[in-house]
Nanobody, 122 residues
Framework: VQLQASGGGLVQAGGSLRLSCAAS????????MGWFRQAPGKEREFVAG????????YYADSVKGRYTISRDSAKNTVYLQMNSLKPEDTAVYYC????????????????WGQGTQVTVSS
């Protein structure tokens, strides 16, 4: 499975961005898709996840109510709509695909996209 993330950028606090993650290859074997982020000097953390087959969604408490993860099965693409952005949301965002395991653990994810920078100015 190959993942191509896009959509990052610079936005003012309170603004919105939408990230996309296009999957290719053996996508039929994917179990969950997730978005993670990593700020400078911090560990990579779970942001949101979605079941590839049934579409069940999961969110970190820090983004619940502001972010929405969704998927377009026909396009093999997962989106992360980010609203009401805050400076603390600044990070490199990664999409990832897992074949099994828990949705929030980085160790469950086998394939990772290249990362896209999100910068929120105050």
């Amino acid at each position: 499975v190959q993942l191509q993330a896009s959509g990052g950028g610079l936005v003012q606090a309170g603004g919105s961005l939408r990230l996309s993650c296009a999957a290719s290859g053996r996508t039929f074997s994917i179990y969950n898709m997730g978005w993670f982020r990593q700020a400078p000097g911090k560990e990579r953390e779970f942001v949101a996840g979605i079941g590839w087959g049934g579409g069940r969604t999961y969110y970190a408490d820090s983004v619940k109510g502001r972010y929405t993860i969704s998927r377009d099965s026909a396009k093999n693409t997962v989106y992360l709509q980010m609203n009401s952005l805050k400076p603390e949301d600044t990070a490199v965002y990664y999409c990832a695909a897992s074949y099994s395991g828990t949705y929030y653990s980085t160790t469950s994810y086998r394939h990772w996209g290249q990362g896209t920078q999100v910068t929120v100015s105050s």
